[in-house]
């Protein structure tokens, strides 16, 4: 293995226990032990645990390539409810990309928020980076096109409000048994969160109640993921309505 190799696979070994126990909690020697490798080859490759954790650091910040298809979609009122959803369905469903990747990028946020942050920061700050554009730009277009009431959020606002409610629900579901006490499956849920986030960022009724077609998901999600949940939820609707 080279020796770039062997550093990519330190920092996949590193990142679910930083995810577990946070940066203070983990010692080189448990990450030594977990990337098979002795702890010298670790600080031969990172002379400091702080050096390992913004490698990290940059990892997580990597948005899936298939998320990252979004951001280049024409701003629209279509693109502004295809983002909601696809924001629900990637931080609740684990769709656009590994689903292992995506909690332990969920668990890693949570443990940097009590400790210095640091990680969130960054992490929140390449998603405003790279979906704050098409966010307002289609919330400008939704505007123009009378889709919207006068009292919408400024567009960060309205795009961290949605992010918040889709995160928070995914972390009630970290521990594989939910924690909140939800009426419906996790699809009805994850639907009813879409509608709730698009009111709240002043789409008209109207528009939000309008059925939206799921299959349209399946442009940027794992051809995989669709045709399993198809296959093995029965009764599963591929349109949403109100």
Known sequence: MDGA????QIVEAAMPLFARKGFDGVTTKEIAAAAGV????????????????QEIFQLGCLADPDLMRLASLPPSTDTLILITYAMLHHLVLGVFGKHELIVTRQRLVLNSMIEDGEYARIHF????????PVY??????????????????AP????????????????????GRGVFSY?????????????FILRGIGLRDEVVTAPFDLRRLALFADCLWWESRNTVRTGFSDTIGP
């Open 5 to 8: 190799a062997r550093r990519r």
């Open 38 to 53: 002795s702890e010298g080859l670790v600080f031969r490759h990172f002379p400091t645990k702080s050096a390992l954790y």
């Open 125 to 132: 700050s390449e998603i405003e980076r790279q979906f704050l």
């Open 136 to 153: 307002t730009d289609s919330l400008r277009a939704a505007q123009q096109a009378g889709d919207v009431r006068s009292d919408s959020p």
């Open 156 to 175: 960060v606002n309205g795009m961290w409000f949605g992010a918040h409610v889709a995160a928070q629900i995914a972390h009630g579901r970290l521990s």
């Open 183 to 195: 009426q419906g499956d996790i699809d009805v849920v994850v639907a009813e969160a879409a509608r």
